[in-house]
């Protein structure tokens, strides 16, 4: 549930990121990130976890936390029950998502929450086709029609969709990733029109990176990035292709973050993770923080931090 600071801290870095990715677009041309017109959508996804008493605490850091930087959408995707109290305290411009909606409308569907009462509640976005709901943790998975037409239909209730895919491990060593992920992205390409893409983001998480503490280079993910965006253009259209935002999925954290979004087709991420990743508060930037990792996530929290006092003391 840290996640949550991380993500905040992965915020703050885009306004770096963004900068230097400018500079340095003049320098080395066009392997890094041009000057897009899709802004930067940051996801968090807290899966089947947290507690009221937790969710109070991480929404407390949120809204003390500093401003959200320019041109950059952050959606925490939370479970149903935390929802309410999400929108009623969280800080208005940061995002709630559901992780899941119904294939159907309502009726005698126990136990489902349909996209037209999650619209109806205030959210504005949902979570679809998360790999972990495709492969089903002991239920029957979803395949990529299902997913598919649960996307549609929350489009048609006014939500906006994460539509998930990605390619598992021996998936990606067969060399077949561009496969899987068309085979994800087929149906759903039936069934929206051009101007309904408008109301989804792609977000591609390599399965073999979500929780295992393996990431993808940000040259292989630019590169599958770039061919998803490629199997859009020439199955949707090129306009579309253009404009829809494609979120990695695939470990994103403090030490990756700015590399990977310094790259042209990588408009965001969509972040769960491992949990103990994420450990670390404001409090505990000391040296019992052993692994590198933390030190960088610990670094750019510091960083933060002190960019926001300076901002303060200045005004
Ligand atoms: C996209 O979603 C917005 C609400 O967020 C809605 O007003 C708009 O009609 C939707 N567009 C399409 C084509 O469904
Ligand atoms: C998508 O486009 C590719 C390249 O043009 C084509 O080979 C493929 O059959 C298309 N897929 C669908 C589902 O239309
Ligand atoms: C949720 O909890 C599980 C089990 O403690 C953990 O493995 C996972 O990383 C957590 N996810 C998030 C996003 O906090």
Redesign the pocket.
Request: hydrophobic share 40%; no cysteine.
């Given at each position: 549930?840290k996640?949550l600071l991380g993500l905040t801290m992965i915020g703050q870095t885009l306004a770096f990121t963004t900068r230097s990715a400018s500079v340095a677009s003049k320098r080395i041309g066009s392997s890094l990130r041009m000057a897009s017109s899709r802004p930067y959508l940051i996801g968090g996804?807290?899966?089947?976890?947290g507690t009221v008493a937790s969710v109070e605490k991480l929404v407390a850091e949120f809204n003390a936390a500093g401003p959200i930087p320019p041109n950059t959408d952050v959606v925490i995707g939370a479970p149903f029950i935390h929802i309410p109290m999400l929108l009623n305290t969280l800080r208005p411009d940061i995002k709630v998502a559901a992780q899941n909606s119904a294939l159907t409308g309502t009726g005698a569907h126990t136990g489902e929450v349909c996209a037209s009462q999650l619209k109806d509640l205030g959210l504005e976005w949902v979570i679809l086709g998360h790999s972990e709901r495709r492969e089903g943790f002991g239920m029957a998975g979803e395949d990529s029609k299902l997913v598919a037409d649960k996307t549609k239909l929350a489009i048609d209730e006014g939500l906006k969709v994460m539509f998930c895919i990605g390619e598992k491990k021996e998936e990606r060593e067969a060399g077949t990733t561009m496969d899987v992920c068309a085979e994800q992205m087929a149906p759903l390409a039936e069934i929206l029109s051009e101007d309904e893409w408008a109301n989804v983001s792609i977000a591609y998480e390599p399965v073999w990176a979500i929780?295992t503490g393996l990431t993808a280079t940000p040259e292989m993910a630019q590169e599958t990035h770039a061919n998803i965006r490629q199997w859009v253009a020439a199955n949707v259209s090129q306009k579309v292709a253009d404009a829809v935002q494609i979120q990695y999925g695939g470990s994103m954290n403090g030490g990756n973050a700015k590399a990977l979004l310094a790259e042209n087709d990588i408009d965001g991420g969509l972040i769960?993770?491992?949990?103990s990743s994420?450990s670390f508060s404001t409090s505990s930037t000391g040296p019992e923080h052993r692994s590198r990792h933390k030190k960088l996530l610990q670094f750019c929290t510091y960083m933060t931090i002190q960019r926001e006092t300076r901002q303060r003391s200045v005004m």
């Open positions: 549930m996640l996804n807290w899966k089947a976890n929780g769960g993770g491992d949990h994420w």
